[in-house]
Nanobody, 127 residues
């Protein structure tokens, strides 16, 4: 099992930027795809972004495409989510997750494809 700890959340004005980090421990994540999901108040958890085990491919929800960038550093066992041009509708708790797969768009763009989850970090975007 992998332990995941997110950091970097906070309060930002619309149009601003934040960089989330997800530090993994207990096991190397280098063989697994990693993803970010979010859950806004009163809504279900939704896919945000995913990166394959070797950073060969990245996937994004349409709502964040062009504004968010997912990346990973396997040497540091860490995944990042760079968020730019933030909007109030991006307000949510953001979760990092480890997939049971190394790649495969269908598997790693849905929460069912993930085995380990962090506790989440709050992102609040004010208008």
């Amino acid at each position: 099992q992998v332990q995941l700890v997110e950091s970097g959340g906070g309060l930002v004005q619309a149009g601003g930027s934040l960089r989330l980090s997800c530090a993994a421990s207990g096991r190397s994540i280098s063989s697994y795809a990693m993803g970010w999901f979010r859950q806004a108040p009163g809504k279900g958890r939704e896919f945000v972004a995913a990166v394959t085990y070797n950073s060969g491919s990245t996937y994004y929800a349409d709502s964040v495409k062009g504004r968010f960038t997912i990346s990973r550093d396997n040497a540091k066992n860490t995944v990042y989510l760079e968020m730019n041009s933030l909007k109030p509708e991006d307000t949510a708790v953001y979760y990092c997750a480890r997939s049971g797969y190394g790649s495969g768009s269908y598997a790693i763009t849905a929460s069912a494809g993930y085995n380990d989850w962090g506790q989440g970090t709050q992102v609040t975007v004010s208008s």
